[in-house]
């Protein structure tokens, strides 16, 4: 350490950086999904699927039904009509990220075996008939393709409040889709790795390197685990109540997870420069015995 103790101010803003770029990087790959797992948790997904079951059922012999309210529920979810809601804001998500106009996704066919699904249901716990299934079955079939249409509609009205010109949710978004690009990732690794080239140089030592990059690991895997979580969920929280008129609740769990890879990578390296310290101590040792033999 003692000629790292040559260069402390460039040891501490090469620090900085390090993690700073750390950080930059952990985000750029846990975001995209930290926003589609929390878009998928809002009131907009829950509207959109009693949409689904409104258009689906009303006006059937299911409607007044004693049963409605568990058909409902055992409509909402089943994997096929989950999916066709998750298609729908998985489409509206990429669009968003690659800032084109909304395109439509067809879901008719989840439909139809969401369908499928729930009268096979009615008919083994003889809620219908088997003639009155069959009816009901092929005329909601038999109008999927409006129903996704429908849908489409509801997610790119709310595609258009989010991409509208001059507000701060579309300017952000200009942001996000250069923070997630693939050519952003690449410049933030090549910065890390020249930092830390930098850093072996200052110290000029490899092991006082492995201890210092350790440490800034560490911290910049605990700042995102803990503090931009944080921070994120309540800039979100205030966007979405402002501009959806919905709370949108952020997903820490992969920031979390992102965070922590960057503090066992930290705590590794500190590992190896102890154990590498330990041996030259012990290599130092022998080679004086040696000398004093």
């Not at 590498?276 to 022998?286: C, G, L």
Request: glycine residues 4%; negative net charge; aromatic residues 6%.
């Amino acid at each position: 350490m003692k000629n790292g103790k040559k260069h402390p101010v460039a040891l501490l803003m090469t620090g900085l950086l390090l993690v700073l770029s750390t950080m930059m990087l952990l985000l750029s790959l846990t975001v995209k999904q930290v926003i589609s797992e929390s878009v998928k948790g809002t009131e907009i997904v829950s509207e959109m699927s009693d949409r689904m079951y409104s258009l689906m059922f009303e006006n059937t012999v299911l409607e007044n039904s004693a049963e409605n309210n568990d058909l409902k529920a055992s409509f909402q979810a089943d994997e096929h009509a989950d999916n066709a809601v998750s298609m729908i804001v998985d489409q509206t998500l990429t669009n968003l990220e690659e800032g084109r106009a909304y395109a439509d996704c067809d879901i008719s066919g989840e439909l139809d075996q969401a369908i499928g699904d729930v009268f096979s249901q009615l008919k083994e716990n003889g809620t219908l008939s088997g003639q009155e299934a069959s009816l009901a079955e092929q005329r909601l079939k038999s109008q999927t393709d409006t129903i996704s249409e429908e849908l489409n509609r509801y997610a790119k009205d709310v595609y258009d409040g989010l991409t509208a010109e001059n507000t701060p949710v579309a300017r952000t978004l200009s942001y996000y889709r250069i923070f997630i690009s693939i050519g952003f990732r690449i410049v933030m690794m090549l910065l890390i790795l020249a930092l830390m080239l930098l850093t072996a140089r200052l110290t000029q030592s490899s092991v006082s390197a492995l201890y210092l990059i350790g440490a800034e690991q560490i911290v910049a895997g605990s700042v995102v685990s803990f503090i931009i979580s944080n921070t994120l969920s309540s800039i979100v929280m205030e966007l979405s109540n402002h501009y959806l008129k919905t709370s949108v609740l952020i997903e820490r769990a992969p920031f979390e997870k992102a965070g922590s890879y960057s503090i066992v990578l930290g705590i590794l390296l500190i590992a190896s420069a102890t154990i590498a310290a330990f041996r030259k101590r012990v290599a130092k040792k022998q080679k004086n015995k040696h000398f004093d033999n």
